[in-house]
């Protein structure tokens, strides 16, 4: 399979985004994970390695909705108001426990392409990378 570019996991939770990140390496999906703990973290993440179109912005973006400092809504906002070239390559994922009605109906106004309920998990990344990137697992 060919590997994505880099994937960027945003979780509050440090024990969320570790594990993600061991089953994400294990898998070898992806030739970078980068994280964030907010979603602050990951738009400077952003900046800072994807200032334009190129080869190291995320192909991937999972994505939690409750975080502190900026959760995942507030961080959609700001990130559907960056110049295209940052955004074009990037499907986004929201990874949620439960998502209340009014918050998914704001989300689906929002740039993201779908939503997977937590934990991650090797058939979450499989049915991900069919449907987003049509890719299958090795």
Request: net charge negative; with cysteine; charged share 20%.
């Amino acid at each position: 399979m060919q590997k994505l570019s880099s994937i960027l996991l945003v979780d509050d939770d440090s024990t969320t985004n570790f594990l993600n990140e061991l089953l994400l390496k294990r898998l070898g999906i992806a030739d970078k994970l980068l994280t964030a703990q907010n979603g602050r973290e990951a738009l400077a993440t952003l900046n800072a390695v994807c200032p334009d179109a190129n080869a190291d912005c995320p192909s991937l973006i999972l994505l939690d909705v409750n975080m502190p400092v900026m959760n995942g809504i507030e961080f959609l906002e700001v990130y559907a108001q960056l110049p295209i070239t940052q955004r074009e390559s990037a499907v986004v994922i929201m990874l949620t426990t439960s998502l209340h009605s009014r918050d998914l109906e704001r989300v689906q106004e929002l740039p993201v392409a779908g939503l997977v309920n937590k934990p991650l998990t090797k058939e979450k990344v499989e049915s991900i990378l069919q449907v987003y990137f049509q890719r299958h697992l090795e």
